[in-house]
């Protein structure tokens, strides 16, 4: 019962009113950019990150939790409304939830979206609440090998899980690698792939590569192929709220949903996209009403809607409790902890616990805040879809380079932001998966410390990788990650 | 599952592949762009010290291995181009990837991605930000551009003074004319 301790003790952190503030700005910040096209969570958290300097790192995780999870609220919205998701994880949103607005249904579908990102987002933050301390107490014992071993799992799984093509997934892990070595070396002291210019002595910032990837690269990319006058947003008829029936259909997937979504976020790789996908497929399977799947049933927005809000809680607890990103927002909210000098994992629980809690608290208030600002509120966020492209994404690419050039002050930095960006446009092209180079990029430089280190313990004897059951394990779990497209292939002919 | 019906739908793409190589250059230059990124790793890891006294690899092995793997990688990527992989372009919120790329309008967007290199430094924050939505703006086939231009300097301004007071280092407001 210590957990519940820390976690009124959070409260009365997260319940100040500078932090709730916070909270209400990142939740408001959040929806908005879960509305508008070409900004995600993760752009606007490193967006966000230089202003840091000024605040205090509990109200600005505070403010990038409310940031991540009004995105996945925000997200629905449009799903729903103009069938454009708006994060990869309310896809199948859009599959029933568009067709309900197309019905007139359009109010029953984004308040089945809101209650049920509510309902999983506050499920999964209780199961944070107590998995979390529980983890983190088992990594206390976590060797330099162990730690190497975890990193490996986290590369293998994101470059094979996310992505069509395994080849194509690796190549983007390995340039976030090759990015992450620039600079410095931490332990020497010798430079590595600076070729001799000072501005990447101090190494790339995680914000470039991020800020390039994603605006830089998505703007090339949409620009050259965009149609004006696609988009049609279809208006909200009355207040056909949600029905007696509604309610019924809808508790169980929102259950179901949450129990999926967890568990598979906070797995590396996990992501969004999977648990939402197999939330549609088993409400497909196990309602009573399947012919209307396909023309708007509300199990199919309750569902996937909900797994995907208990996701996004359950990349909080690899990140919190082993420093592990999963996703690029993660790698983004470490980078974040970084920049403060702070490191996540089970030291972070017992060094500041007032961070820890206060944030976890914070989430539990979120969501209702989210809650109350989406639901009454959500003719208000229809509105910024009518803002005009060209003016929004010109916005978005000023936003940018501010992030950029606020970093650092550097030209170096602003043509890395060029090359990063056609990079990007090029990997949206060919279809090779974005986030694996910011794990790369982020954790690379870990992994190599604690190989180095695990080796240096070892006195260069290599056995010492395997030299504990439990790396032993992930290493095997890894390579399980690696050869099971290829089994599954084999046994599939 | 999901990660099952991925796999095994690789063998009916790969049927259709035959059609689209052939509508389309196969793109080549995409490996040779990874072995070349490779390369560079490996070039950088030379000089430096693959092993170290005590700890049993030194600062450049890791690189080596980047690098290594990296040209191993760029070769199984012209591999599989040879053998027909498709690249079907990823769908985003306000594009779909079946579309034609519009060269100019790629050309005029990355051209607002490069001005910065050149004004940022002797102009500053807002006139650069001001010349980069207009080209975007352009890019996106807005017809009104004096209007960008208005819209583009007050978001520059705008911004500079927020940012400048929030504490980050965006430079002068004008540094040519020492403002």
Known sequence: MQSFELLLQGFGVALQPMNLLYALLGSILGTAIGVLPGIGPALTIALLLPVTISVAP?????????VLYGAMYGGSTTSILINTPGEAGSMMTALEGNKMARNGRGAAALATAAIGSFVAGTIATVLLTFAAPAIAELAFVFKPSDYFALTVVAFTSVAVVMGTSRVRGFISLFIGLGLGVVGIDSMTGAQRLTFGVPGLYDGIDLTVVLVSLFAVGEILYVASRYKPGRDEVIPIKGFAFMTKQDWKRSWGPWLRGTALGFPIGALPAGGSEIPTMLSYTLERKLTRYKDEFGKGAIEGVAGPEAANNAAAAGILVPLLTLGLPTSATAAVLLAAFQNYGLQPGPFLFTSNPQLIWGLIASLYIGNLMLLILNLPLVGVWVRLLLIPRPQLYAGILVFAMIGIWGVSGQVVDLIVMVAVGVMGYVMRVYDFPIAPVLIGLILGPMAEIQLRTALAAGQGNPMILVGTPLSTVLLIIAALFLLAPIVLRRLAK | M????????????????????????????????????????????????????YAAIGPGLFVTIVGGVLVFLGVALLVQIARGETFEAQDSEDASGDEKANPVALATAFAAAVVPIFTMAPLG??????????????????RRMWLDFVYGAALGIASWFLFTKLGLQLGGLLPIAGL
């Open chain 2, 125 to 142: 924050l807002p006139i650069t930000a001001m010349l980069s939505f207009v080209l975007v703006a352009r890019a996106f086939q807005s």
């Open chain 2, 2 to 53: 999901s990660g099952l019906s991925n796999s095994s739908g690789t063998a009916p793409q790969r049927a259709e592949a035959g059609d689209s190589a052939s509508a389309g250059p196969r793109p080549w230059w995409l490996g040779a762009a990874v072995i070349a990124l490779g390369c560079v790793c490996l070039y950088g890891a030379a000089g430096l010290a693959q092993g170290a006294r």
């Open chain 1, 58 to 66: 509990t109200s600005a995780f505070i403010m990038f939790a409310g």
